[in-house]
């Protein structure tokens, strides 16, 4: 399958806020970064910088690192405040715009170099519905009774689970309470749905 601009703009918010990417993912997102001239090196150095923060030899390896990596006539105070000017500019500029499709988001990454300032948004867990709930519920009846395979074992599955599905429904039309049996234990487990 091909690796496409929904797969990159996830991979890339799972890799800003913090998330480990497999080998083959990584191999990906950069592979298309270079293909769309997006830089990811300065999301890859803010994201290693609070590690290197959190010890003083770090901070020095860090600095040293800097300094050789700078350009030759250039002074490391002077790329670091250009840096952070640009940080600046780029985590404004997402505050202004809010930056919510792929689209956008792309072409902001592609005209400036990356920041550490990449919003992910939050995904709602989906509600479980009562009736799925009164489901869950007969099936652990079916599961600890023996006329389903044994305790702890549901024998003929699509069986069982038509037979749990279909007193479910019986319960939710306010059909009669089966008498006795695995129906009756069934029909009791099933108390949200009335």
Do not use: C
Not at 10 to 27: C, E, K, M, N, V
């Amino acid at each position: 399958m091909a690796y496409t601009a929904r797969d990159f703009h996830r991979d890339l918010a799972i890799f800003s806020a913090g998330g480990i990417l497999g080998p083959t993912r990584s191999r990906k997102l950069i592979a298309y970064a270079g293909r769309k001239g997006i830089q990811l090196a300065g999301l890859a150095a803010a994201r290693a910088a609070p590690a290197a923060a959190a010890h003083p030899i770090g901070v020095g390896t860090a600095l040293g690192f800097a300094a050789l990596a700078t350009p030759p006539g250039q002074d490391l105070l002077a790329a670091a405040a250009e840096h952070g000017r640009q940080s600046r500019i780029l985590f404004e500029r997402a505050q202004q715009e809010m930056m919510t499709t792929p689209q956008q988001l792309e072409a902001a990454l592609t005209s400036a170099p990356v920041s550490a300032a990449t919003v992910v948004p939050r995904i709602r867990k989906r509600a479980v519905s009562k009736f799925n709930k009164a489901v869950s519920a007969g099936m652990k009846v079916v599961k600890q009774a023996r006329e389903y395979g044994g305790k702890g074992k549901i024998k003929p599955g699509k069986k069982a689970f038509t037979l749990v599905t279909k007193i479910a429904s019986a319960k939710k039309k306010k059909r009669k309470a089966p008498k006795s049996g695995i129906r009756r234990k069934i029909w009791n487990a099933m108390k949200g749905l009335r």
